[in-house]
């Protein structure tokens, strides 16, 4: 009694006592946090009740998810979308300060926020610009071969104020970066739009590229990767552009870019290709340039055709590249709220995670209410979240809750696990942070509810998940 009733005294003004403290670990071992988002949008990302597991095997339900903790993958650099020029301005020049700190906390803060820890930069102007600009721009009868006119200045008055900000929100967030084109005067058209690298450019472009990431660095923004080119297959009619076959990129990285990295002690990862699931062959094409292949550290894909399924097939071929997911965008061509969640869900936070990558990024973190501002290529793209840029009233898009579902539960270094998927419209990925805790994905894709058991070890618990919805189940 006199053991019990000290206890009671002491946890009014300090630490429970040894008994309980066992109890509520105990306690809390044995529940599993739910957080839902429906297709009606009534829940998003919805804290529910908490579930409890039960020892045993489940019973009363058809299905049964089984996460193993002991089959282990790919560690994770995280989730998040680009901080490109539109998205940088929006947020820098239409949100009052206080309304951008609230912003930038919602979106990198780890405590409130959803967590964002990868981020892309376009490295000079995208179609997402208010100009097209590079790094290097002179008067077209010119060349600047000494890049003398170097400069980042372009980016000092947006770009590197929410960049450094959110840096400084996140400590873990992991910056990387691709050119969309070289400056004019190294291409074979002597403009932004469309043509090639010259060859005898090859080396510039290299010194371009290692300037620009110890300018960032001198800045405080660690670059973490860039590729050479956004899409290099791909050669736009009305913004900057610039195609590069793997013969050239192999020769760029194996000769050139990362030679000189290495030579000025430049720990950026060189990703290959940047372009979509619809071509494997090109990245593999360039991996099977054993110069080339030394210096690169993985392979970089988007969405826009293709199958996810060729992420898979190319890291089969050189498991000891790193797989990252860097660009897709919705938009009002799919206008869909409740369809767009589930695609997004299933296919990059899952099928991309499963098909090895490391690090999911989407395009632009923020649009305006026209979805812009751009300067050629993609009229009616949508941002994560939409800033309205008369009122500065932020509107969050499924896209957001497609990644907070991931985002704000997945830490950096979390290790992707083994989990059941594709059974009964069930899809699935789990992961296990570093501090041991377990998070597990669960997207419906059925027109109909579904209830499930999931099962770890010797637990488990069942759930019951409305149709169109997305959960995530963490628990310690």
């Known amino acids: 009694m006199r053991v019990a009733r000290a206890c009671l005294a002491l946890a009014v003004i300090a630490a429970p006592c040894r008994g309980q403290a066992a109890t509520s670990t105990e306690a809390k071992r044995s529940e599993v946090e739910a957080w839902v988002t429906t297709a009606d ?108 006119h170097f400069s ?67 800045e405080g923004v660690p670059i ?27 020769t ?6 990362g030679p000189m990295f290495d030579r000025a002690g430049i720990a950026t990862r060189i990703l290959d290709w940047d372009h979509n699931w619809d071509e494997p062959e090109s990245p593999l094409a360039v991996l099977e340039d054993s110069t080339a292949r030394r210096y690169v550290a993985g392979v970089a894909w988007h969405c826009y055709n293709g199958d996810v399924a060729a992420q898979t097939l190319v890291h089969a071929g050189y498991p000891e590249k790193e797989v990252y997911f860097t660009e897709c ?27 090895w990558a490391k690090g999911v990024l989407l395009w632009n973190l923020a649009l305006d209410e026209s979805y812009g501002p751009h300067l050629g290529g993609c009229g009616d793209c949508r941002g994560v979240v939409t800033i309205d840029s008369r009122t500065g009233a932020v509107t ?3 896209e957001y809750y497609a990644l907070a579902h991931a985002s704000r539960f997945v830490r950096p270094g979390a290790r992707r696990i083994a989990s059941t998927t594709g059974v009964d419209s069930l899809e699935t990925v789990a992961f296990r942070n570093t501090d041991e805790s377990k998070v597990l994905i669960v997207v419906n894709t059925a027109k109909a509810r579904r209830t499930f058991a ?22 310690p």
């Open 329 to 355: 965008s919705g938009g009002q061509w799919a206008p869909n709220w409740s369809d767009n969640l589930v695609w997004y869900v299933r296919t990059l936070i899952i099928g991309s995670t499963r098909g």
């Open 41 to 148: 949008k009534s829940k998003l990302v919805a804290r529910g009740p908490n579930v409890r597991w039960a020892s045993g095997e489940p019973t009363g339900v058809t299905v049964t998810i089984d996460v193993d903790t002991a089959i282990t993958y790919q560690a994770m650099v995280g989730f998040g979308a680009a901080i490109t020029d539109a998205a940088a301005w929006l947020i820098q020049t239409k949100l009052s300060p206080i309304r951008r700190e609230a912003l930038l906390q919602d979106l990198f803060g780890r405590g409130n926020g959803i967590g964002l820890s990868f981020t892309r930069l376009t490295i000079g102007a995208s179609d997402f610009s208010r100009t097209h600009y590079t790094f290097d721009d002179v008067p077209a009868s010119e060349t600047d071969s000494a890049l003398a």
């Open 224 to 250: 973490f990767a860039i590729t050479l080119q956004n899409e290099p297959h791909f050669e736009p009619e009305n913004y900057p552009g610039m195609r590069l076959t793997p013969v050239q990129r192999a």
């Open 454 to 475: 999931v099962r770890s070890g010797d637990r488990s618990f069942r759930f019951a998940l409305p149709a169109g919805a997305v959960v995530t189940l963490r628990w």
């Open 252 to 257: 760029l990285i194996g000769q050139h870019v």
């Open 396 to 398: 969050r898009n499924e």
């Open 152 to 218: 980042i200045d372009a980016n000092r008055a947006a770009v590197l104020p929410v960049v450094k900000r959110a840096l400084a929100i996140n400590r873990d967030l992991r910056v990387m970066a691709s050119p969309w084109t070289a400056p004019a005067w190294m291409k074979t058209t002597r403009s932004l739009i469309k043509g090639t690298l010259r060859a005898d450019a090859y080396p510039v472009f290299a010194e371009y590229l290692r300037r620009y990431v110890q300018a960032y660095q001198a």
